[in-house]
């Protein structure tokens, strides 16, 4: 009896930092912005009760919450399924025993690592300005480039091929996937004479699911919280036409611009619910495609 | 059916030399053992032969064809991982079919082999399963049969049992010695077990450090080993080893074998060696008899049940190991006379190369 | 057959054998040939698309020591002359000299990288050592927390750190790190804990030793490569963080670097582009040079995130 107490206390005297935060910085927040969602809240008085009203004004009323929405899809759409299968295939790429795999690995992952930064989004701004390298590029080839960001058509692509520059940090997590598939499976394959392509997706891609599962979910996650380099690229408004206008950026907005506190903790609320979504989703059919090896022998 | 030569075989790996000049041929139909230590490079070989690692130097022939620049999939062949190497996310069935889906073959023909391996087999009831759903025994039987379908004309092994207990391993063996029975189709195995090896195979080559020692029937190979190396690996419990010199001349030659005095020179045996090593195996040793004899406190006695292994510490400060079936038992600390006759030791000159003696002349 | 009839069979046995080599040697050099070739054009490729990768990171370089009229007008990466004014006025640019901001960011990057390995590590040693009740549902609770955006605490963080007066404070950004708002390093720490056998644990037990002391001298020293992984993230993260700075900051003289940056566009975006890219990079530098340095760690700390 007294040796559970006596554990328990010690465990618990560890985890201290970690419950006080969880409490105060995690659940609290949590149920306060649950609350602060039915609200009209403007940093100035008390927030006021409003029932539904939030939630009603977002999604019949609100054109800009659906805009944001559709830019928010739009890219993570394009972004996530881009981005991974670039990663997959240059980790394909380099897997092939190169000796200087480490060069690469450091090169390509380079940009996964600086690309939150401030420095590379107003990098990206300039880049795709109008006299920028993107268009000089593409003058060499004979083609008229246009105002990438000033053209609403064309701005969020901007974002996406931001994202897609960024391979290299699900790479890395191909490449380890990729060594951890037993070389002797396409031995074996090999002298069933097995054509490359069905070495690919019938031992590669099979062998991987576990890893592409695991990338696809947090890849969605951090793709729908995109925030610092469509506010620079945007100056903060959400770009033409609310075409950059990703959620944290409208969210961010509201709050911090319009100080409609309430209105804010919805649509925060709402990002959860549908990030949840995703993720369920994902959880939910990984059963048909992903196969966990139980290595019990 | 199909018959192999490898001429000159060499492999390195940059300027490193694994394996140099190796010569053999294998005759169809027969159950052909790779044995050795680790590192002897008989997995090598055998990948070499399956078409998994390059040749360096030299050519393997199938059926008189080179097939030096013939990938794995087009020699005929199948082979069993030491791992099994099943794909994980797919069925039995679909393991065992997936082979033949390369080649193109229609529907009906692959089900057909397929039900035929998992008969012989006897894994019917595994069909629907997943690997992971398997036990060892069970996943090496798949394995096998994945290189049944096939139908090859050759069969690999690499190493298949040594991922199973013991129990296992032994009725792994005997089914693999009555596939041989039904199939009758050359079949080349890796092992490092001798056990394996005596018990399967038709032939057995002896590997090390990429040299072939000997290559023999298990029988050749435990009755006339042909030197050092092979007596010591092949047998269990290991062969004994006595230093012995030639002392005298002409006609009044003996040998001088340290604890068990001097004693007659076999005749014939040429002027030349005056070193040698005589090798005695421990079931030919037998307690109080024997021409040959000697004296030791007896160290270690290991008691199978249906034989009794004993060790015993020589006057020089040498072991000996006896191997005995007789029901008295012999106590640690106790003094044991033992001794062989002439005509069980095998001679071995300076080299560690046999040296063949009339047996017919002692009896 | 006779000895004759032997050496004639053994001899064209031999010639046999040596054609076959000949013919097996050629069809190896061939296929070496081949091989090399192939190589060499993945290796053109890659080199090609390492360039295309870096393009970006290299211009910004070039620009930001170009002169101004030179930045939009060729696609060359090198500068016709070396402008290290866009460096030295850039730092100066703006009303609060640039050695205020890396100071300020410094502070903040250091405290909060000591919190995160302080409190996480804690945490982590509690999680994968020591049983207490709760513990399951505990690990659960930290698990879900790693799937909430920043954003649904966001405000009530916000509201309450005003309560507190802590807005224009460091302290917003730095005390949730002492106390593990990271789950993510916990996390990597509880898998490189669990790898450290238990019996260096129950060696210290017997020997007396009191949890702490276990974690102090037994798990700490040995969990020194999921330290410094979780030390590089953690600096790089907190040191490029944009939104919490942006929200809590208000006073320039309290900015850190990336608000300065932001700053610099709005005050000089549209003309000073070489100051501003001089700016950036610098801002990059430590960021670079920690990547360069720990490479091996920071690639390793990704590869086993993934492999749960």
């Known amino acids: 009896m007294k040796n559970t107490k006596a554990r328990n206390a010690s465990g618990y005297m560890f985890l201290t930092p970690w419950l006080i935060g969880f409490f105060l910085l995690a659940i609290g927040p949590i149920l306060v912005s649950l609350y602060l969602s039915f609200t009209r809240y403007d940093m100035v008085g008390d927030p006021r009760w409003t029932g539904l009203d939030n939630y009603i004004y977002m999604f019949t009323r609100d054109r800009r919450f659906w805009k944001t929405l559709e830019v928010t899809f739009h890219y993570v759409v394009f972004a996530v399924p881009l981005r991974l299968i670039m990663a997959l295939g240059v980790a394909m790429l380099l897997d092939k025993g190169l000796r200087t795999i480490g060069l690469y690995r450091a090169i390509f992952y380079l940009p996964s690592l600086l690309g939150a930064s401030i420095a590379i989004a107003i990098l990206w701004r300039q880049l795709f300005s109008i006299d920028g390298v993107v268009n000089q590029v593409l003058a060499v080839f004979g083609i008229q480039g246009v105002g990438w960001i000033t053209n609403p058509q064309t701005s969020i692509y901007t974002l996406i091929v931001l994202a897609i520059w960024q391979f290299g940090a699900p790479m890395l997590i191909f490449l380890a996937g990729l060594r951890g598939i037993p070389k002797d499976l396409y031995e074996a394959a090999d002298i069933d004479g097995t054509s490359r392509l069905r070495k690919f997706y019938a031992i590669t891609l099979p062998m991987l699911a576990p890893v592409v599962f695991f990338n696809l979910v947090l890849q969605i996650i951090e793709a729908f919280k995109i925030f610092s380099p469509a506010f620079i690229i945007s100056n903060g408004t959400g770009g033409p036409a609310d075409s950059l206008l990703v959620y944290t950026v409208y969210l961010f907005n509201e709050a911090f611009k319009f100080f409609r506190m309430g209105y804010a903790s919805a649509l925060a609320w709402v990002l959860l619910v549908i990030i949840g979504l995703f993720t369920a989703i994902a959880f939910a059919t990984s059963k048909y495609w992903v196969h966990y090896e139980n290595e019990r022998d | 059916m199909a018959e192999l030569k490898l001429r000159k075989v060499g492999k390195s790996y940059g300027t490193l030399s694994v394996m140099h000049d190796l010569n053999l041929e294998i005759h169809d139909g027969e159950f052909l053992v790779l044995v050795g230590p680790s590192g002897c490079g008989k997995s090598t070989l055998l990948r070499m032969i399956a078409g998994l690692e390059e040749i360096t130097d030299g050519t393997i022939a199938i059926n008189g064809k080179v097939v030096n620049d013939l990938p794995a999939s087009r020699r005929e062949l199948s082979m069993v991982f030491q791992s099994y190497a099943l794909y994980p996310h797919m069925s039995v069935r679909k393991n065992l079919a997936f082979g033949l889906q390369n080649l193109k073959m229609d529907r009906a023909e692959i089900d057909r082999r397929v039900d035929e391996a998992a008969r012989i087999l006897q894994i019917e009831p595994l069909l629907a399963r997943k690997p992971r759903q398997l036990s060892g025994g069970q996943k090496q039987r798949v394995a096998i049969g994945r290189s049944i379908v096939r139908e090859p004309q050759l069969f690999l092994f690499d190493e298949p049992l040594s991922n199973l207990d013991a129990e296992l391993r032994v009725q792994m063996r005997v089914e693999l010695a009555s596939l041989y029975e039904r199939l009758k189709t050359t079949m080349i195995y890796v092992t490092h077990d001798q056990v394996e090896a005596m018990t399967l195979a038709t032939r057995i080559v002896v590997l090390r450090a990429g040299k072939i020692e000997q290559v023999g029937t298990p029988e050749e190979l435990y009755t006339k080993p042909a030197n050092l190396f092979v007596a010591g690996f092949i047998g269990s419990p290991k062969i004994n080893m006595f230093e012995a010199t030639v002392t005298g001349s002409g006609s009044q030659r003996m040998l001088e074998l340290g604890d068990f005095g001097a004693y007659a020179l076999p005749p014939g045996l040429s002027e030349a060696h005056n070193r040698l090593t005589v090798c005695v195996r421990p079931e030919a040793i037998k307690p109080e008899s024997g021409a040959i004899q000697t004296e030791g406190r007896v160290r270690l006695v290991e008691y199978l049940g249906s034989e009794t292994i004993v060790h015993i510490d020589l006057p020089s400060g040498k072991t000996l190991i006896f191997q005995t079936h007789q029901m008295e038992r012999h106590r640690v600390g106790e003094t044991v006379r033992v001794g062989f006759d002439p005509g069980d030791q095998h001679l071995f000159d300076a080299d560690g190369q046999r040296i063949s003696t009339e047996e017919a002349l002692f009896a | 057959m006779n000895a004759t009839e032997a050496a004639l069979a053994e001899t064209e046995l031999e010639a046999e054998r040596d054609e076959a080599a000949r013919v097996a040697h050629e069809y190896r050099l061939a296929k070496n040939k081949r091989e090399r070739r192939s190589r060499l054009f993945k290796h053109i490729f890659l080199i090609i698309f390492s360039f295309i990768m870096l393009y ?59 919190g995160n390995l302080f409190s996480c590590s804690f945490a982590a040693y509690a ?36 309560k507190l007066g802590w807005v224009d404070t460091y302290l917003p950004l730095i005390v949730p790190r002492f106390l593990a708002s990271d789950g993510f390093f916990i996390f990597l720490m509880v898998q490189f804990f669990r790898q450290i056998p238990r019996e260096l644990d129950e060696a210290a037990q017997i020997d007396g030793c009191s949890a702490f002391k276990i974690y102090w001298a037994v798990i700490l020293p040995l969990s020194l490569p999921a330290l410094a992984t979780s030390a590089i993230f953690s600096m790089i993260w907190v040191w490029e ?9 208000n006073d320039i003289k309290n900015y850190t670097v990336p608000l300065a940056l932001r700053l610099f566009i709005d005050q000089e975006g549209q003309s000073a582009f070489g100051q501003m890219f001089a700016m950036s990079v610098l801002s990059l530098v430590p960021v670079v040079i920690f990547f360069v340095a720990f490479q091996k760690l920071i690639v390793r700390g990704i590869a086993t995130s993934g492999m749960k």
């Open chain 3, 56 to 114: 970006p990171l290299l211009w910004l370089l070039a620009s930001s020591l170009k002169p101004e009229n030179e930045i939009f007008g060729s696609l060359g990466l090198w500068p016709s002359t070396f402008n290290w004014s866009n460096y030295t006025e850039g730092w100066e640019a703006l009303p609060v000299s640039f050695t205020v901001f890396y100071r300020n960011s410094t502070i903040v990057t250091v405290l909060c990288v000591l």
């Open chain 3, 241 to 249: 963080d944009f939104l919490a700075p942006l929200i809590y900051l």
């Open chain 3, 127 to 162: 999680f994968a050592r020591l049983e207490f009740t709760g513990k399951r549902l505990f690990f659960g609770l930290m698990m879900m927390t790693l799937m909430i955006p920043y954003h649904v605490v966001l405000i009530p963080q916000y509201v309450m750190f005003l």
